[in-house]
């Protein structure tokens, strides 16, 4: 199993750019879930999906927007990105009631 | 404001001590996690509490709950150098449409060989 994957690692964006975060898991995980992490703000909640079809916002949800087609993926969507969109980002996955499994993350940042 | 908050924020210790962190959180929960973050890399998860345990161990960790309290502690015994790391509480709590977990700010780890 790979797990949890996110693509890209690293990106540089320009105030105003949009893109795509991917992510995917193969563990067939009902829970989908994106958090950011900003230094001394530990990890807070974005988006999360309890199944295909199903998401709901979490603390910080403004300028992000996801869907859920596939058990499978969980892309995660900047509209128009803000230098305040400079983060870390991490996807996770798990099964209900059950721990999550990180992915690796995605370094972003918003010029 | 977050659910969670740990206390100290930075904790610095000796090899072969014991390192205790807290975490106290505001509403009702479904369980705690605990989970460790190696700098730049993303986070494991140690050990899950339910609101119905009151102590659990996993190895050299001893979690506690106390849900009048709203508090849970982590204890990590005969620290080593390779503990060190962040430790962060999060609380599985109901969502609209399933449950979602909050985490903490987290504390810093250092453990000095």
């Known amino acids: 199993n790979a797990g949890v994957t996110q693509t890209p690692k690293f990106q540089v964006l320009k105030t105003g750019q949009s893109m795509t975060l991917q992510c995917a898991q193969d563990?067939?995980?009902?829970?989908m879930s994106w958090y950011r992490q900003d230094p001394g703000m530990g990890l807070r909640l974005i988006h999360y999906?309890?199944?295909?079809?199903?998401?709901d916002q979490g603390e910080v949800p403004n300028g992000y927007n996801v869907s859920r087609s596939t058990t499978e993926d969980f892309p995660l969507r900047l509209l128009s990105a803000a230098p305040s969109q400079t983060s870390v980002y991490f996807c996770?996955?798990?099964?209900?009631?059950?721990?999550?499994?990180f992915g690796p993350g995605t370094r972003l940042t918003v010029l | 404001s977050q659910q969670g908050e740990e206390d100290p924020q930075a904790l610095s210790i000796q090899e072969g001590e014991n390192a205790t962190m807290n975490c106290s959180y505001k509403?009702?929960?479904?369980?705690l996690q605990w989970y460790r973050q190696n700098s730049g890399r993303g986070l494991v998860h140690l050990i899950l509490?339910?609101?119905?345990?009151r102590e659990k161990h996993s190895g050299r960790l001893r979690v506690t709950l106390d849900t009048s309290k709203k508090s849970s502690s982590l204890l990590i015994t005969a620290s080593r150098a390779a503990d060190t790391a962040s430790y962060f509480c999060?609380?599985?709590?109901?969502?609209?449409?399933?449950?979602?977990?909050?985490f903490g700010a987290g504390t810093i780890l250092r453990v000095k060989s």
């Open positions: 999906s309890v199944g295909a079809g199903i998401t």
């Open positions: 563990m067939n995980h009902e829970y």
């Open positions: 996770a996955s798990r099964p209900s009631y059950a721990p999550e499994f």
């Open positions: 999060a609380t599985d709590l109901p969502g609209e449409y399933g449950n979602k977990l909050v």
């Open positions: 509403t009702s929960i479904n369980n």
């Open positions: 509490i339910r609101s119905n345990e």
